[in-house]
């Protein structure tokens, strides 16, 4: 290429069965192709490279497309998740040789993300059936997998949740310890204390952290021990602090809101404590 734009022209005795540029996947750039359907097809199955694959998995997925379920038998583990991820939010959630071939998945495969993405989309179906294939999971060693069995038991046994949650809770970690504090900040009891507030204490400034802020929030509204709610209101501030100061300011009203709704209903101290800590 020589130019600020090119044409290239191939002169060919027959229409290509694809035409798949940067084949080996080694250019550094931002490539927009506007291959048929058809051509993409082709692509996932006779194409060697992973982001080959990839790339025709994410075309079936947006156009809606049946050879999306394609993705669930392929050789990369990768895109098997993807390939669930994609069904679980399509039309084709429902279909019969869909979900026999993701409950294989959650029996079969070895891989523990994948089979943790096919225990997740069986639970989102609130089938009773699968109540043993969770029995079964929740303790794996791999807490992406028993949290992901963990939230289908929920599912099927929500009277349960809180009680499957405490048994669970113990050295939990991961996915799992994100299922049981889930649980414990919308449902939890005073007890839960020491838990709830180090899990959320001892998590990574982050984006998820602020989604954890409102549930911790809420949690800490049903907490009477003025103690322990001054301690939860410390860890909610020491988070503030580590939000650099062009964007805390963005998200003070988010967190003064939460922090409302813990002083609501607690003495006036807590109020007082919040007034004089948020600074």
């Known amino acids: 290429m020589e130019q600020k734009a090119d044409t290239f022209v191939f002169s060919t005795t027959a229409k290509p069965d694809l035409v798949n540029v940067d084949a080996d996947k080694v250019l550094l750039w931002d490539k927009k192709d506007n291959k048929p359907a058809e051509d993409l097809i082709f692509q996932f199955k006779n194409a060697p490279a992973y982001l080959d694959r990839k ?15 394609l ?11 993807a390939s669930i991820d994609l069904l679980a939010r399509s039309k084709f959630a429902t279909d019969g040789k869909v979900i026999e071939t993701i409950e294989s998945i959650a029996n079969n495969d070895k891989d523990k993300k994948t089979k943790a993405a096919a225990l997740k989309f069986l639970a989102e179906t609130t089938d009773a059936k699968y109540l043993g294939l969770f029995n079964k ?11 992901a069995a963990l939230e289908g038991l929920m599912t099927i046994e929500p009277a349960k949740s ?36 180090n899990r959320y204490n001892d998590a990574p400034p982050s984006q998820e952290k602020i989604e954890m802020t409102e549930a911790f929030c809420e949690y800490l509204a049903k907490v009477n021990d003025v103690n322990k709610v001054k301690k939860g209101v410390d ?10 100061e062009h964007l805390r ?31």
């Open 55 to 69: 790339e025709a998995i994410d075309f079936f997925g947006k156009k809606s497309m049946p050879e999306l379920s």
């Open 137 to 147: 999971y929740v303790s794996d060693s791999s807490y992406s997998v028993s949290g």
């Open 162 to 197: 809180y009680e499957l949650a405490k048994k669970h809770s113990v050295d939990a970690k991961g996915v799992l310890a994100d299922v049981v504090s889930a649980k414990f900040s919308a449902n939890g009891k005073e007890e839960d204390f020491d838990f709830i507030a």
């Open 249 to 279: 300011g963005m998200l003070d009203g988010f967190f003064k809101a939460g922090l409302n709704k813990v002083s609501q209903s607690k003495p006036v101290e807590v109020s007082e404590y919040i007034n004089k800590s948020f600074k």
């Open 71 to 81: 993705g669930l038998t392929d050789k990369f583990a990768g895109l098997r998740k």
């Open 235 to 244: 860890y909610i501030l020491k988070f503030r602090g580590f939000i650099p």
